[in-house]
């Protein structure tokens, strides 16, 4: 397991708490009858429709074919759903020497909003099943590891267009590329900044040029089978009201066996390099199996069985049903 140093994090990097947090905490504590906003039903069909789209291009591993055309595709499904589209194309080194052309493809809902959330997930995936006992070296379907967080936010683009954002609140869809090709951990060099190249060049080079945003939510592995959504560290300790208005809202929605009021270590994830350059803080809704081989990741993590038979439409649901209540909710 890749427990993140809290001390990588500089003081001066750390976003301050500001005083919106009361009045937003405060939002999410009134019961459902009391709120005047109508949340839209979250369609778990369709997510998982998103997934298996997604899936069907092929690994979706950057310089191939299948990668340039599921990003074709993603950004004509944001532009159909009315979506302002920021496309940041660029190369990065990989830890093999490897130069990849990625492209983080954002886009913006109510564009002229002032106060601002960033979904985010990541839409390439593993170009190695390297945690794979057989065929550790071909790449993987992504069906949970990539493809469900951005089928939820293909999802939660569709119910923004058909139940427009009102007043000053707008939504940012985030679709980081590059975050998977990170170097092998075999013989425990294991290193952080081989990973989430994507967020790392946009948190650095922000498009929209002097981007911002209140907060932010990343979701990675959000599509399993009776997945666990635990309060990661690093999401606690610099996004701690995020963190908090999230599984409290998905109690109050009836989620609970999903998001447990429980407790995980920190990863490496593109959360990190948000915080850390863009000082957007931002929770990471990341699945957690302390059972598993890692001792963090599910047991399908850079495997070959990370493919459409472990993808549930209920914990789709669970998870976008939860997002979804907290942007539409937003004033
Ligand atoms: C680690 O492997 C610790 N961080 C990268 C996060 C990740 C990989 N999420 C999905 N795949
Ligand atoms: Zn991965």
Same mark, same amino acid.
């Given at each position: 397991?890749?427990?993140?140093?809290?001390?990588?994090?500089?003081?001066?990097?750390?976003?301050?708490?500001?005083?919106?947090?009361?009045? &937003? @905490?405060?939002?999410?504590?009134?019961?459902?009858?009391?709120?005047?906003?109508? *949340?839209?039903?979250?369609?778990?069909?369709?997510?998982?429709?998103?997934?298996?789209?997604?899936?069907?291009?092929?690994?979706?591993?950057?310089?191939?074919?299948?990668?340039?055309?599921?990003?074709?595709?993603?950004?004509?499904?944001?532009?159909?759903?009315?979506?302002?589209?920021?496309?940041?194309?660029?190369?990065?080194?990989?830890? &093999?020497?490897?130069?990849?052309?990625?492209?983080?493809?954002?886009?913006?809902?109510?564009?002229?909003?002032?106060?601002?959330?960033?979904?985010?997930? #990541?839409?390439?995936?593993?170009?190695?099943?390297?945690?794979?006992?057989?065929?550790?070296?071909?790449?993987? +379907?992504?069906?949970?590891?990539?493809?469900?967080?951005?089928?939820?936010?293909?999802?939660?683009?569709?119910?923004?267009?058909?139940? %427009?954002?009102?007043?000053? *609140?707008?939504?940012?869809?985030?679709? $980081?590329?590059?975050?998977?090709?990170?170097? %092998?951990?075999?013989?425990?060099?294991?290193?952080?900044?081989?990973?989430?190249?994507?967020?790392?060049?946009?948190?650095?080079?922000?498009?929209?040029?002097?981007? @911002?945003?209140?907060?932010?939510?990343?979701? &990675?592995?959000?599509?399993?089978?009776?997945?666990?959504?635990?309060?990661?560290?690093?999401?606690?300790?610099?996004?701690?009201?995020?963190?908090?208005?999230?599984?409290?809202?998905?109690?109050?929605?009836?989620?609970?066996?999903?998001?447990?009021?429980?407790?995980?270590?920190?990863i490496t994830d593109?959360?990190?390099?948000?915080?850390? #350059?863009?000082?957007?803080?931002?929770? +990471?809704?990341?699945a957690y199996d %302390?059972?598993?081989? +890692?001792?963090? $990741?599910? %047991?399908?993590h850079h495997r #070959?069985?990370?493919?459409?038979?472990?993808?549930?439409?209920?914990?789709?649901?669970?998870?976008?049903?939860?997002?979804? #209540? *907290?942007?539409?909710?937003?004033?």
């Amino acid at each position: 397991m890749k427990v993140l140093a809290l001390g990588l994090f500089l003081a001066a990097a750390l976003p301050a708490c500001d005083k919106k947090t009361n009045s &937003d @905490t405060a939002t999410v504590e009134q019961p459902a009858a009391a709120e005047t906003v109508n *949340v839209s039903a979250f369609n778990a069909d369709s997510a998982y429709q998103f997934v298996a789209r997604q899936v069907s291009f092929g690994p979706r591993v950057p310089n191939t074919p299948a990668h340039r055309a599921c990003g074709d595709y993603l950004i004509g499904k944001l532009e159909g759903y009315g979506g302002t589209l920021q496309v940041q194309s660029f190369t990065a080194k990989a830890y &093999d020497g490897t130069t990849l052309d990625l492209r983080n493809i954002m886009a913006q809902f109510n564009p002229q909003a002032s106060k601002r959330i960033l979904l985010a997930a #990541h839409w390439d995936t593993r170009h190695v099943a390297d945690k794979d006992p057989q065929n550790p070296t071909t790449p993987i +379907d992504g069906a949970n590891d990539g493809a469900s967080g951005v089928a939820v936010l293909l999802e939660i683009a569709r119910q923004l267009q058909a139940n %427009p954002l009102k007043g000053d *609140v707008g939504v940012d869809i985030m679709l $980081f590329d590059g975050e998977d090709y990170g170097q %092998p951990d075999n013989a425990g060099d294991y290193i952080p900044d081989t990973w989430c190249l994507g967020s790392q060049y946009w948190a650095k080079n922000l498009l929209p040029k002097g981007y @911002t945003a209140n907060y932010g939510i990343l979701l &990675d592995m959000v599509g399993a089978k009776g997945a666990r959504f635990a309060r990661e560290e690093t999401s606690r300790v610099y996004a701690g009201d995020v963190v908090e208005k999230v599984w409290k809202t998905a109690h109050q929605l009836g989620y609970s066996d999903y998001f447990p009021f429980q407790d995980s270590p920190g990863i490496t994830d593109d959360h990190t390099y948000v915080i850390q #350059h863009a000082n957007i803080r931002m929770a +990471d809704i990341v699945a957690y199996d %302390p059972s598993s081989p +890692d001792g963090f $990741f599910g %047991p399908y993590h850079h495997r #070959h069985t990370d493919n459409m038979d472990i993808i549930d439409r209920n914990t789709l649901k669970a998870v976008g049903q939860t997002v979804l #209540h *907290v942007v539409m909710t937003e004033q």
